[in-house]
């Protein structure tokens, strides 16, 4: 079965750090384009970062700087390493595989994960 | 504030057509594909429609998509109860970024 598992969320400071994982099984992580998605709560999403399967990365304006994003392929994971939180990033973070896999193209994100939830918060 | 922009709310009764509309500009639904993501409460977001008017095995074909010009909507027939979710459009703008509208509410009445 195809299917991304997220870990790592939690409550920090601002100006704190974490990173988040995400844990796929039933495909290859390396192989594909995989993105991670953000929804502030009660609000709409928000794409973040993508890394492509040949390892080029992306970053929405709102996180560039502060936030990376990497894969390691021994464990057939997604990270997303973010530093510098503030308040705004509050939010349930998703990963996901994009089908189309091209850039300029897209999002066909399928599937998702169940979504963890980091806190900025003093 | 969403580059691509959706109405807040929609609403049907059981059986009912609904249409949910998602305005955006040349750089994004004018020269890309437009996607369709439906979330219900609590859950994460499900691919509905690709490439515009594509339907993923297992979305029912009381779920359409189309676009014209700089706008894109989605339709959907025949409208039940376990349809009332969240509904997000998106695409690729060609600032290199993927862009998501607002969301729409849809509630069945």
């Known amino acids: 079965e195809v299917q991304l598992v997220e870990s790592g969320g939690g409550l920090v400071q601002p100006g704190g750090s974490l990173r988040l994982s995400c844990a796929a099984s039933?495909?290859?992580?390396?192989?594909?384009?995989m993105s991670w998605v953000r929804q502030a709560p009660g609000k709409g999403l928000e794409w973040v970062s993508v890394?492509?399967?040949?390892?080029?990365?992306y970053y929405a304006d709102s996180v560039k700087g502060r936030f990376t994003i990497s894969r390691d392929n021994s464990k057939n994971t997604l990270y997303l390493q973010m530093n510098s939180l503030r308040a705004e990033d509050t939010a349930v973070y998703y990963c996901?595989?994009?089908?189309?896999?091209?850039?300029?193209?897209?999002?066909?994100?399928?599937?998702w994960g169940q979504g963890t939830l980091v806190t900025v918060s003093s | 504030q969403s580059v691509l922009t959706q109405p807040p709310s929609a609403s049907g009764t059981p059986g009912q057509r609904v249409t949910i509309s998602c305005s955006g500009s040349s750089s994004n639904i004018g020269s890309n594909y437009v996607y369709w993501y439906q979330q219900l409460p609590g859950t994460a977001p499900k691919l509905l429609i690709y490439?515009?008017?594509q339907r993923p095995s297992g979305v029912p074909d009381r779920f359409s998509g189309s676009k014209s010009g700089t706008s894109a909507s989605l339709a959907i027939s025949g409208l039940r109860s376990e349809d009332e979710a969240d509904y997000y459009c998106a695409a690729w703008d060609d600032s290199l970024d993927w862009v998501f509208g607002g969301g729409t509410k849809l509630t069945v009445l």
């Open positions: 890394i492509y399967s040949g390892g080029s990365t």
């Open positions: 039933g495909f290859t992580v390396s192989s594909n384009y």
């Open positions: 996901a595989r994009d089908n189309e896999a091209a850039a300029g193209i897209g999002p066909w994100f399928d599937p």
């Open positions: 490439r515009n008017n």
